[in-house]
């Protein structure tokens, strides 16, 4: 299931390997796992037994497995990985490619701005005001500020219709926990945030996906909405994660009448909705009898480190949320609340600056990409933290992970943001890297991307003869 369509027109060995060795990387194949023995893996596969051992061995070489005796295989991480995610006081000195690899895989402000240190300082002179702390609905001020926010967008809001949650994703959980049996069907846009999979997964959730690719495919949309054995669909209309798209006016209209009779409960992560375009992020507002939840947190606008998130609902649904968030903690950091609760009264001066920074790191990597990576198509319109880029025909997202560890750079495989793990030709980039990051990072992108342009080249060159 992991492996998904793992085949390569350069050879079964080579694509099984590097497909491992992607897995490896982002950690849904963690270290320690035994793989299994040869020759059931051999049979499961559908291939022989030789392409089995060839493809391990080219792992082991690269220092992606270990046999040990009576252990069988068993799945460790290369030695300059390994070594980068030890904690800085207990590692030895790295090597020389460890002190400069280059992690291009997180799309998040990669420092806070100036407003964040300024809101701690702030929030420890009234810490003092806060009571015990424990508040599994969150502190009343920083509820009574997104409401306010929700409000101020054209969706009247109230504070008793927020639960403060530990980040978006614990909302997101909630939600879940709270709304969703194992083997219920979940809508769910293809690609999408992989966090938001990981969570359903861990329901034993069925998916109904939704092809989103410049837009949505409506008609698979609406049926989805309309079909009675759907239980939950996760939407982000607002600026889709990872494509940067934002559902036109016709696509609105289309899906608030649908939300209007379906059954489904809808889960919408407005996470990055903020950071589109005011006249393509606008919030939607549906009719009173939809059953909706909408999660947000600060961790894409401001600071990634800003764990403060939250769910907006009716009052009896965010009643729920807060009892469920009891059962495994008492409350958000209050520090944390506080501090978001300072932030988010300049958020719209925040919002315009993050937009600016973003827009701007669009245009230098696009420049950057063109001249150092021309056969990359960089989309020309999209909003968001990442560039959701179409790799060359011959090019496969797992391959170009894999060569770009060796060059130390850090990339996650788009099949991470599949449900059915099927997207291959895609490749996120995020924005955020430091700027002067990066020149070097689009330099060891180019790199890779001709390795593995050639290499596959060369393998079928040597087919054909």
């Not at 690269?62 to 390994?82: E, I, M």
């Not at 702030?122 to 509820?143: K, V």
């Not at 955020?432 to 992108?445: F, H």
């Not at 050639?454 to 393998?459: D, M, S």
């Amino acid at each position: 299931m992991l492996l998904g369509s793992w085949r390569s027109p350069a050879g079964l060995a080579e694509g099984l390997a590097d497909r491992l060795a992607g897995l490896i990387l982002d950690g849904r194949l963690p270290t320690g796992t035994r793989l299994p023995a040869e020759r059931p893996l051999a049979h499961d596969l559908q291939i022989s037994r030789a392409t089995v051992v060839c493809a391990l061995a080219h792992l082991r070489d690269r220092g992606f497995l270990a046999t040990r005796h009576g252990s069988g295989t068993v799945v460790r991480l290369p030695p300059d990985a390994a070594l980068e995610s030890m904690a800085p006081w207990t590692a030895p000195v790295l090597s020389e490619r460890s002190r400069q690899e280059i992690d291009w895989s997180a799309a998040a402000p990669s420092a806070p701005p100036p407003e964040v240190h300024a809101a701690f300082h702030a929030a420890l002179d009234r810490l003092a005001f806060t009571g015990t702390g424990y508040s599994a609905a969150g502190l009343a001020e920083l509820r009574v500020a997104i409401a306010h926010l929700y409000s101020s967008q054209g969706l009247d809001t109230d504070a008793d219709q927020i639960c403060i949650t530990t980040g978006a994703q614990q909302a997101m959980n909630l939600v879940i926990r709270t709304s969703l049996n194992a083997l219920d069907r979940v809508l769910i846009e293809s690609p999408t945030y992989p966090g938001a999979l990981d969570a359903f997964r861990a329901r034993n959730a069925r998916f109904e996906a939704v092809a989103v690719d410049g837009e949505w495919s409506l008609p698979a949309l609406l049926a989805g909405l309309r079909n009675p054995r759907v239980s939950l669909a996760y939407l982000m209309p607002g600026l889709h994660n990872p494509t940067g798209h934002s559902m036109d006016a016709t696509q609105r209209e289309a899906l608030r009448q649908a939300i209007r009779t379906t059954r489904a409960l809808i889960l919408m992560d407005d996470t990055l909705t903020d950071l589109a375009p005011p006249s393509d992020g606008a919030i939607l507002r549906f009719h009173r009898s939809a059953q909706i939840v909408r999660i947000g947190s600060l961790s894409k606008t401001v600071w990634g480190g800003l764990r403060v998130g939250w769910a907006r609902t009716d009052r009896a649904t965010a009643h729920r949320l807060a009892s469920e968030k009891s059962r495994s903690d008492l409350g958000t950091p209050m520090l944390e609340q506080i501090a978001a609760t300072l932030l988010l009264k300049d958020y719209p001066a925040l919002l315009k600056v993050r937009r600016r920074h973003l827009s701007e790191a669009a245009a230098t990597l696009t420049a950057f990409l063109a001249a150092a990576a021309p056969s990359l198509q960089v989309p020309p319109d999209a909003s968001g933290p990442s560039l959701w880029c179409r790799l060359p025909p011959d090019v496969t997202s797992s391959d170009l992970v894999a060569t770009a560890s060796r060059h130390g750079l850090r990339l996650v495989d788009a099949a991470r943001f599949s449900p059915d793990r099927l997207v291959h030709r895609r490749l996120r980039l995020p924005l955020d890297i430091p700027p002067s990051m990066r020149p070097e990072a689009v330099r060891r992108l180019s790199r890779a991307l001709e390795e593995v342009t050639t290499e596959k080249a060369r393998r079928r060159s040597v087919t054909r003869a």
